[in-house]
């Protein structure tokens, strides 16, 4: 019974992110404007609806394990940081081939953060640093956790769709297929690191940071940029 209670939720918190997906851009096909600022708030608007929907759901679990941090977070650092090294560590090596000895290009999704970031950096850096790793981890994690037990199969579903969500959704070329193994191997590292230690906010943290370093670097090199233009 519990088990049948845990895949219902998953379900839902999966079906409440895609139905929330598809009511935040029926408007858009009626709404025609170029504002920057409007597409801004909008998207603000639509980060917080999501993410209040999923804290409503999990909220017993996201209580529990925010206890549960506390009590052990020294150990959950000093066990799963390392794991992020791995992350980023087969991110720019399999990067580097398919840029390298594929003639690849950047990939689309990669190319749409970077032009979201040229337009609205602030936003940009809010939204992937702070709204999109919990978003992302009660979607993509806990909520396919709830409806898979077996590890493997967990990890592997949860890994995949990750990566598949960043890669099918803006590919332009069957090419950028090779971008799965980049985008779908932090899924792969997030999905153990629940399995491991049952608490969603250790495979969020890490998420958080890999998304505020790699942000806080474009940042750094736009102002470097901006300074030197001026200079």
């Known amino acids: 019974m519990n088990n049948s209670k845990n895949a219902l939720k998953g379900l839902i918190g999966i079906g409440s992110y895609i139905l929330s997906l598809v009511i935040f851009f029926v408007p858009l096909l009626f709404i025609k404007t170029n504002s920057l600022t409007f597409k801004i708030i909008y998207s603000l608007i639509q980060d917080i609806v999501q993410l209040s929907i999923l804290v409503?759901?999990?909220?017993?679990?996201?209580?529990n394990n925010l206890k549960d941090l506390k009590k052990n977070y020294k150990s959950y650092f000093k066990k799963y940081f390392k794991y992020w090294f791995l992350i980023i560590g087969i991110?720019?090596?399999?990067?580097?081939?398919?840029?390298?000895?594929?003639?690849?290009?950047?990939?689309?999704?990669?190319?749409?953060?970077?032009?979201?970031?040229?337009?609205?950096?602030?936003?940009?850096?809010?939204?992937?640093?702070?709204?999109?790793?919990?978003?992302?981890?009660?979607v993509f994690r806990l909520s396919i956790r709830k409806i898979f037990k077996n590890k493997y199969l967990f990890i592997f579903i949860s890994g995949f769709l990750f990566g598949g969500l960043h890669v099918f959704i803006s590919m332009t070329s069957p090419l950028e297929l090779l971008y799965l193994i980049p985008y779908c191997t932090p899924g792969f590292i997030f999905a153990y690191l629940l399995y491991k230690t049952d608490n969603i906010?250790?495979?969020?943290?890490?998420?958080f940071f890999h998304n505020g370093l790699l942000l806080s670097i474009q940042m750094l090199a736009m102002v470097l940029s901006w300074v030197s233009w001026k200079k």
């Open 91 to 138: 991110m720019m090596v399999s990067n580097y081939i398919i840029l390298t000895f594929f003639n690849g290009t950047t990939a689309s999704n990669q190319q749409a953060i970077n032009n979201s970031f040229n337009k609205a950096p602030i936003y940009t850096f809010i939204s992937a640093v702070f709204f999109a790793p919990i978003l992302e981890e009660l």
């Open 201 to 207: 906010f250790v495979p969020a943290f890490i998420h």
């Open 56 to 63: 409503l759901i999990f909220k017993r679990e996201l209580k």
